[in-house]
């Protein structure tokens, strides 16, 4: 079965196109600037890239060039549409209604417009890509697969609020969490390695990237999450602070004489290790100026290591112990100064690093030493597998 994963942004479209019985991507890309002029990159797989620049005033349109892409004589990798078998669509916020992966159909659609209140960047964007995919490709089925459902498992001590209830009831003020396919499919990948798939487990993943969150799983169920009611409480991330005083945000409101919005504005996208830094969100240009004597990025990398430590440290209390911790995405995967740093902190959980392994990057691998009382690994995460999979699952 031939799978086309789409992940619809408000000016950006990434695509693959997934073999779901060698689960090989057959081609992949991305479409950039729609609605301001346009760019398609498309990566056939065996083929060499093509990069086009092309009117996209709507999603539409960009979705109908990445179509053309895939079937053309000499980019294509595919003879006609009739070769697509399915759509699975990356939707960001399914609020309380999606505990799991579902078909498209007009009521699901109707329903994640519903949620959009709760990410009003993002599942408007969402739905613009799965009417423009109905639109070309009316006949072929299409799941939704929410970044919120796996944490649906939390338990009311983890997800609500120390505020009145009534805005949990009224307005739906509660934890979300964020990046579930990626918690869910880099824990599945951990239980299977350690052997303890279909029995009680205790395990914690950091997805930790520009973007980053960690996760308890118990007995495969996410139980709590860093990130919040959005994407910007946790962990400090590249450019998000992550949990602070809120009356910071009065504060500093005050100070600035800025409303709210723009105080918002400058958590989201100028604080994080950025903000801290005054050097960059990438790590690496971090660990550059770090080594080269920047004191502030050496404090911006010691925060995000200590929060993340702390994160850990709190879900070892919520399940009583933990099993194994894994690291994924961008700095999981390959920042070997972060994953030490992160471990430094974690002696008590009789974590011992193997230092000739965590040299090792981008691949799944044991870091922790065969002695380590708490096994510790990489995992890449893949969020399109992922979805190309509970796509077939639910077909
Ligand atoms: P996003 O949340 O945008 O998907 P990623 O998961 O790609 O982000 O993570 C981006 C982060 O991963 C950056 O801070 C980058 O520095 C880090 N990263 C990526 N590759 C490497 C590498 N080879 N060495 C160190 N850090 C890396």
């Known amino acids: ?7 619809c942004g408000s000016s950006s479209l990434k695509y693959q196109l997934i073999d779901s019985e060698t689960e090989k991507v057959i081609a992949k890309g991305l479409c950039e600037r729609i609605g301001i002029d346009g760019r398609l990159t498309h990566k056939p797989t065996g083929k060499a890239d093509v ?12 979705v109908s060039y990445v179509l053309e892409a895939l079937t053309d004589a000499d980019t294509g990798v595919i003879k006609d549409l009739s070769a697509i078998d399915a759509v699975g669509h ?6 309380e209604k999606f505990a799991s992966s579902v078909i498209i159909t007009n009521e699901v659609i109707a329903a994640i417009e519903e949620c959009s209140d ?6 408007p964007a969402n739905l613009i890509g799965i009417s423009a995919c109905r639109a070309l490709m009316p006949e072929v089925p299409m799941v939704a697969v929410f970044d919120t459902a796996f944490h649906q498992t939390m338990p009311k001590e983890a997800y609500l609020y120390g505020i009145p209830y009534e805005y949990y009831e009224k307005y739906k003020i509660r934890k979300y969490g964020f990046h579930g396919t990626s918690h869910s499919f880099v824990s599945k990948r951990l239980l299977s390695i350690i052997g303890k798939e279909n029995q009680e487990s205790k395990v914690i993943v950091c997805h930790l990237g520009n973007g980053s969150s960690i996760t308890a799983v118990k007995d495969g169920k996410s139980i709590d999450t860093s990130m919040g009611f959005t994407p910007l409480d946790g962990l400090i991330m590249g450019t998000r602070s992550g949990s602070l005083d809120p009356a910071v945000v009065q ?12 105080v918002m504005d400058i958590l989201n996208k100028k604080s994080g290790v950025q903000g801290i830094s005054g050097v960059s969100s990438d790590f690496r240009d971090l660990d550059e100026a770090s080594a080269g004597g920047n004191k502030r990025a050496a404090t911006a990398l010691e925060m995000f290591a200590y929060r993340a430590a702390s994160y850990i440290g709190s879900y070892v209390m919520a399940m009583n112990g933990v099993d194994a911790i894994a690291f994924t995405a961008g700095i999981g995967e390959n920042n070997i100064n972060m994953r030490r740093a992160i471990c430094n902190h974690l002696g008590y959980l009789g974590i011992t690093l193997d230092e000739e392994a965590n040299s090792v990057r981008g691949e799944e691998i044991r870091i922790s030493t065969a002695d380590s009382a708490t096994a510790v690994y990489v995992i890449p995460t893949n969020e399109e597998l992922a979805i190309a999979r509970e796509t077939v699952a639910l077909l």
Request: charged share 20%; hydrophobic share 40%.
């Open 1 to 7: 079965m031939n799978v086309f994963v789409v992940n």
């Open 51 to 62: 990069v086009k620049e092309v009117p996209m005033p709507d999603h539409q349109r960009a």
């Open 90 to 95: 990356r939707i960001v916020h399914g609020g």
């Open 118 to 123: 709760l990410a009003p960047l993002h599942n």
């Open 251 to 262: 504060y500093l409101a005050g100070k600035l004489t800025c409303s709210v919005d723009d």
